[in-house]
């Protein structure tokens, strides 16, 4: 069984950019949750939706959104790229039915803004 | 508000020691989750174990120990007889019955495994 996938695995980008990041989760789960690790916060949980609805967000700017779509894959974007939004995101995906079970994670996409 | 913290920042041993990685957690709330997962250099946060407020039974799978301790709000993690493949970042995590689809994680004890 395939796990969570996100694209791309590495990009750098320049301030003032935007950017975006895919996750497909793991055939079945219906919810994705986002996190930003860095090594100065540690992972940071940025938003989870479920069925195309954003279930809950972290304490993040509007800078930063998602979305998901009918087949469970997400997208999260990051508007006017800062030098601090250089991060590892991660993307989790759920089991069906068990809002409290554990997370299962991508490798992530690392950020590196110029 | 919820809280893990990881005292241990960085921890290295030799192969075949054993090893403990603290975790101690705050939480208003008498039901909640807690975590453990392993971050090799790939990236990718691997679950290892999974425990919930009303279960203190300590638990062993293999090589890997965890003692649930409430009375003291702590959740550790032992390596019994480490291996070199075991090194990695190690995080603890927390999340509550209200806002369960939410993780809040300790900042990670790096473990180097030296042959």
């Known amino acids: 069984k395939a796990g969570v996938t996100q694209t791309p695995r590495y990009l750098i980008k320049t301030r003032g950019q935007q950017v975006t990041l895919s996750c497909s989760p793991i055939?079945?789960?219906?919810?994705v949750s986002w996190y930003q690790q860095t090594p100065g916060q540690g992972l940071q949980f940025l938003f989870e939706?479920?069925?195309?609805?954003?279930?809950n967000k972290g304490n993040f700017p509007g800078r930063f959104s998602g979305r998901q779509f009918s087949n469970s894959r997400s997208e999260m974007n990051v508007s006017t790229l800062e030098l601090g939004d250089s991060a590892l995101y991660l993307c989790?995906?759920?089991?069906?039915?068990?809002?409290?079970?554990?997370?299962?994670f991508g490798e992530g996409s690392r950020l590196t803004v110029l | 508000a919820q809280k893990v913290t990881q005292a241990q920042t960085e921890i290295s041993v030799v192969e075949k020691e054993d090893v403990t990685l603290d975790c101690v957690y705050e939480?208003?709330?008498?039901?909640?989750?807690l975590f453990w997962y392993k971050q090799p250099p790939s990236g990718e946060l691997v679950f290892l174990i999974r425990?919930?407020?009303?279960?203190?039974q300590n638990e062993i799978s293999g090589r890997y120990s965890w003692n649930f301790q409430k009375s003291t709000s702590s959740f550790n993690f032992t390596i019994t007889a480490s291996q070199v493949v075991d090194s990695a970042v190690y995080f603890c995590?927390?999340?509550?019955?209200?806002?369960?689809?939410?993780?809040?994680f300790g900042t990670g004890t790096s473990l180097t495994v030296i042959p």
């Open positions: 995590a927390l999340s509550d019955s209200n806002t369960g689809n939410q993780f809040y």
């Open positions: 055939s079945g789960h219906r919810s």
């Open positions: 939480t208003r709330d008498t039901t909640y989750y």
């Open positions: 425990r919930n407020s009303f279960d203190e």
């Open positions: 989790a995906s759920r089991r069906p039915g068990l809002n409290t079970g554990e997370l299962f």
């Open positions: 939706y479920f069925s195309e609805t954003q279930r």
